[in-house]
C-alpha cells in the first residue's frame, strides 16, 4: 500500500460491492442476466468492439444507479478477441485528454468503440451523485481510460475509482497526468496474479523503434492469495470478492442475504492440486472452466 492516502480511500465496502458488481458484468456478457443489489437500477448496458483486425460487438458491463451512486463497471477478458486486444500492446496517444501521454492500443481502441455512447449516458446522470468505476483484469483497463476522460470532460470530477487485477495501461506520462486528476483510485491486486505484472515496464528497442514503457497508475492495494492458479484461481474476480469479504462478513452476508444470487459463488476459490496428468488436467477444466460453475 501506498501510505496512508490509501488508507483514507480505500473502503471495504465499496471494495466489496464493486466485486460483486463486477461479477455481474461477467454474468451479463456469459448468460445475459442481471443481478442488481437492492436500491440499484440499471441505466445503460455498455457494447464495444473487442479484436485487432476484425473487431466484433460484445456487452463489457453496465452502468447502475442507486439514490446515492452510479456505478460504471467493466469485465475482463472472456473471447478470442478480447484477448486478441490485450495482446495489441503497442501504444497511441491518449485522445481525450491533452498531454496525457500513450495508452495501450488494444485497450484504447475498445473504450473508443463504445466512449460516445458512455460519454452521452454520463452527461444525462446526476452529477451529485457519488461515481464508482470499476473494473477487473482487461476491464481495469478500460475503468482507467474511462475515469480519467470522465473526470477531465463531464461534471463528474472526482470518480472513485477501484480495479481488480489490472494490467498496465500507459505509459509513465499517462500514468502521471492520470494520477493529477483522478485522485481517489484504488489498484487492488493479488502478489500472486499474473496479470498485473502485464504489460511488461520495458519493451526496448528493437521491439519498436523508441520502445514501449509502461507504468501502473496510483495506488496500489495489494492482497497475497496462492491459489496454484495463475491464469484462473489467482485473478478471478470472485477469488479477489472471496478474499475482499474476509475483511468485512458482516456486509457481505448482508449483501447475500438482501440480494439472493447477486454475490458469486466462491467455491472455485480454493488451491488448485492438479498434476500434468490428463485425469486431473481434464478435472482442472470442469471445475474450473465450465459454465455450470460461474453460475450463481
Do not use: W
Not at 505509459?171 to 502485464?198: G, M, W
Not at 495463475?230 to 448482508?254: D, G, M, W
Not at 474450473?288 to 450463481?296: F, I, N, Q, T
Amino acid at each position: 500500500m501506498e501510505g496512508t492516502k490509501v488508507d483514507q480511500i480505500y473502503n471495504s465496502e465499496d471494495a466489496i460491492l464493486l466485486s460483486a458488481m463486477l461479477h455481474q458484468s461477467y454474468q451479463l456478457f456469459e448468460t445475459k442476466t442481471l443481478i442488481l443489489p437492492v436500491g440499484f437500477t440499471l441505466r445503460y448496458t455498455i457494447r464495444a468492439f473487442a479484436g485487432v483486425e476484425d473487431p466484433k460487438q460484445e456487452v463489457f458491463g453496465y452502468i447502475a444507479e442507486s439514490k446515492e451512486d452510479i456505478v460504471v463497471t467493466f469485465r475482463g477478458t472472456r473471447t478470442f478477441d478480447d484477448n486478441e486486444s490485450d495482446q495489441d500492446l503497442y501504444q497511441v496517444p491518449y485522445p481525450y485528454v491533452k498531454n496525457a501521454g500513450k495508452t495501450h492500443r488494444g485497450f484504447t481502441c475498445i473504450y473508443e468503440s463504445t466512449r460516445n455512447e458512455l460519454m452521452s449516458v454520463m452527461k444525462k446522470l446526476p452529477a451529485s451523485k457519488r461515481l464508482l468505476v470499476a473494473g477487473h483484469s482487461l476491464g481495469g483497463g478500460l475503468a482507467v481510460l474511462a475515469a480519467l476522460d470522465i473526470s477531465v470532460n463531464t461534471k463528474f470530477k472526482k470518480p472513485v475509482v477501484y480495479t481488480y487485477g489490472s494490467p498496465r495501461v500507459g505509459d509513465p506520462s499517462f500514468a502521471t497526468r492520470f494520477n493529477q486528476s483522478v485522485k481517489n483510485s484504488i489498484r487492488i491486486f493479488n502478489v500472486h496474479d499474473i496479470i498485473p505484472t502485464l504489460p511488461a515496464r520495458v519493451y526496448p528497442p528493437p521491439f519498436t523503434k523508441k520502445g514501449l514503457y509502461y507504468q501502473h497508475v496510483n495506488k496500489k492495494y495489494a492482497l497475497s492469495f496462492q491459489l496454484n492458479s495463475l491464469a484462473i484461481r489467482n485473478h478471478e474476480i470472485v477469488c479477489y470478492f472471496a478474499f475482499l469479504s474476509k475483511q468485512n462478513p458482516h456486509f457481505t452476508e448482508a449483501l447475500r442475504t438482501s440480494t439472493p444470487g447477486f454475490c458469486p459463488d466462491t467455491e472455485l476459490c480454493v488451491p488448485f492440486l492438479g498434476t500434468c496428468s490428463e485425469n486431473d488436467t481434464q478435472d482442472f477444466h470442469r471445475t474450473a472452466l465450465s459454465p455450470r460453475k460461474r453460475k450463481k
